[in-house]
């Protein structure tokens, strides 16, 4: 089986052949290339106050791209056999409107579709109009509200819906010669003629969004505080409990689950981020509290706040480990509300027997409160060029090889995704998941691993269940299924963003895309740009720190898994003391200007191995030193690649690649010590 895809990224008859199944029958004759997309994104996505805000929409963008995607599988001549991209089949929309899976966002904000010439623009207007319905329907039936309203005027001028058409029966030296008009260059020699169509409806649906309507009317009175962009309402008419005006689109997204509820019987359970942050917290606190303890502490939760008012409605899937095993006591205790546990906070201001009795069991067990949590972006690397060919063996790039590389996205995104991110133990929550795109809030105690498998997985480096960066024919086998991937020359770059829960959630999410497009500008030598992570802290303090790391270099060593986990774990351990970074940074200042290389490099591993503390009792074996020092040093070897492959940025700024590699380390300890 291996043999047969030696030749993966997506190539050869026997690939298709493999999994032709999947794939239809594909005639071009009479037919045109559309493409449909939906907007605005971003500004519509992230303008959030909540995790639940932000969730739905997202989640609305994928409810509004379906009813377009619905449409062409009813009415169009070849069904869903028509649509390229995003692949259709297991989407959870697809399957079972009914399901929890629902709850998910997994398709994207646009879709390419092979369609009949004489069917195409009917049916692209068709879904045009059936989205903006849509939307209206939403609002009309959340807020009983009529034609005239603003709020209605509002949602009304939101969206921005394009599509372009383009005949796929032009000869090639026809489309060559509009290629050159549209973009004055030359297209690629080998270039395949899907290919060439391909790039230029990309280029004609890019112009086209630069001429973009505007019937932007400048509106009075006091804006929205949510986006700070529309005129805010009070909040009453929406039925919205709030102190401050919302507009209409920043109200909808806010009720966006009630309608979820009454069309569909789905309760939207989205976690806030210090429930995120504080799971792990909880679970220690339930594998380390006897049966009276746990009593004693919801019987003081019980008299504090009474109601159980301190307890979240559910217990959010994903957050928390086996739940069926565990006693009624344990479970209550897990779904007490995060803020109920900051002794620091505000919901604990004036309950001092609580916090007592917290403060106390935590030094009984040895526990800490961790208040921050990571927010991820990812991006899939270089995603046009396996469209336009550039990635594929022999640019061969047909509808097949396009349905298989949507086909690849779907599979990431349906099969491994949810798993990585919300599985068993992994305390995280998704926010999207949509071929090559994650957003998701991960609890830091698994930060890593997750970043790590969403690597791994992408490019199908994946071996015995295990990624591997050094073993990879892009055939991801699980339980007897051959699942296809992208293959090992696909990447993907990562943004994190690890905050404070107080810190607010657009300025959290503001950073983390920052820190994606940060490690997609990083290049080593070699001109090797992008497939890195990038990781900016925001520290409750108001300082930050930044760091940026291939996800693996020449050697192939994964950065994760053989530099920063075995690292981390000495310092949960505490065997390393934090004052390593404090020497480390006077030394370097000492040594300013000093290339990397055997000096400096011996130096940090010596520094690191002076700080290597044992317990008393151990102090006796001399072997458990000479055991720690010898990790410490094989983990630092590993992530003094970074430093020594210099990085530069786009713009040919070189950033102190010590410095760098010290603020890493930094964020390595302070997630180790659970904050400051
Ligand atoms: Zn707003």
Request: hydrophobic residues 35%.
């Amino acid at each position: 089986m291996k043999k047969i895809f030696k030749e993966h990224p997506l190539s050869g008859e026997q690939l298709i052949k493999t999994f032709e199944d999947y794939i239809p029958e594909i005639s071009l004759k009479n037919k045109s290339l559309a493409i449909f997309t939906i907007g605005p994104v971003q500004s519509f996505i992230s303008a959030a106050k909540k995790t639940k805000e932000y969730w739905a929409g997202s989640y609305l963008l994928s409810y509004l791209i379906w009813q377009a995607l619905k449409h062409i599988m009813e009415e169009s001549k070849e069904g869903e056999n028509s649509i390229i991209y995003p692949y259709l089949k297991n989407q959870p929309l697809y399957k079972d409107l009914r399901n929890e899976e629902i709850t998910l966002p997994t398709l994207p904000n646009r879709f390419l579709a092979i369609l009949e010439n004489n069917e195409a623009e009917q049916l692209l207007e068709e879904c045009k109009k059936m989205v903006e319905n849509k939307l209206l329907d939403i609002a009309i039936n959340l807020f009983n509200i009529s034609k005239e309203d603003k709020i209605y005027k509002q949602l009304e001028e939101l969206l921005e819906i394009y599509w372009v058409l383009l005949p796929l029966e032009k000869s090639k030296k026809t489309e060559i010669e509009r290629y050159r008009s549209l973009t004055g260059m030359e297209p690629a020699n080998d270039i395949s003629h899907y290919s060439l169509v391909t790039s230029i409806i990309e280029e004609l649906m890019g112009a086209r969004k630069n001429i973009r309507e505007f019937n932007y009317i400048e509106e009075k009175g006091v804006k929205c505080y949510i986006c700070g962009e529309r005129t805010g309402f009070e909040p009453g008419i929406m039925n919205i409990e709030d102190e401050k005006k919302i507009c209409g689109v920043c109200g909808l997204k806010r009720k966006f689950s009630d309608y979820l509820k009454t069309e569909f019987g789905i309760e939207i359970h989205y976690p806030s981020v210090i429930d995120i942050a504080t799971a792990d917290y909880k679970e220690e606190l339930v594998s380390s509290l006897d049966k009276d303890e746990l009593n004693q502490l919801l019987n003081y939760m019980d008299k504090e706040f009474g109601n159980q008012d301190y307890q979240m409605p559910e217990l959010v899937n994903g957050l928390v480990g086996d739940v069926k095993s565990k006693s009624p006591e344990e479970k209550k205790v897990l779904k007490i509300k995060g803020t109920y546990f900051d002794i620091e906070g505000n919901e604990l201001k004036e309950s001092i027997k609580v916090k007592k009795l917290l403060k106390k069991i935590n030094k009984k067990y040895n526990l800490k409160l961790n208040k921050y949590y990571a927010l991820l972006y990812m991006d899939g690397d270089d995603m046009g060029k396996w469209v336009s060919g550039e990635k594929l063996k022999h640019r061969e790039m047909t509808p097949e090889f396009h349905y298989l590389i949507s086909k690849s996205l779907t599979n990431y995104s349906l099969k491994f995704v949810k798993r990585i991110v919300e599985g068993k133990g992994r305390r995280g929550k998704l926010v999207y998941s949509g071929g090559d795109d994650v957003v998701a809030f991960v609890n830091l105690k698994n930060l890593f691993e997750v970043l790590r498998e969403l690597r791994g997985y992408f490019s199908g480096n994946v071996f015995d269940n295990q990624v591997n960066y050094k073993a990879s024919d892009g055939i991801i086998r699980e339980k007897g299924e051959d699942i296809l991937t992208l293959g090992s020359k696909a990447s993907v770059s990562m943004g994190i963003c690890i905050a404070h829960y107080k810190e607010p959630l657009h300025f959290v999410i503001k950073n983390a895309r920052a820190m994606e497009k940060k490690a997609k500008k990083h290049i080593i030598s070699g001109n090797r740009k992008k497939n890195a992570f990038a990781i900016g802290l925001i520290k409750h303090s108001g300082e930050t720190r930044e760091a940026v790391s291939k996800w693996f270099y020449d050697d192939g060593e994964d950065i994760i898994e053989k530099g920063i986990k075995p690292l981390l774990n000495l310092i949960q351990k505490e065997h390393i003391s934090q004052s390593f970074i404090y020497t480390l940074k006077n030394e370097m200042e000492l040594l300013e200007g000093l290339e990397a290389g055997d000096i400096l490099d011996d130096e940090i591993i010596r520094l690191m191995k002076r700080k290597i503390t044992v317990d008393e009792d151990e102090e006796k074996e001399d072997s458990k030193r000479k055991k720690l020092q010898k990790q410490t040093e094989a983990s630092l070897k590993v992530l003094q690649q970074i430093y020594k492959n210099r990085y530069w940025i786009e713009d040919n700024k070189e950033p102190n690649n010590i410095y760098n590699f010290i603020n890493l380390l930094e964020i390595i300890f302070f997630i180790g010590k659970r904050g400051e």
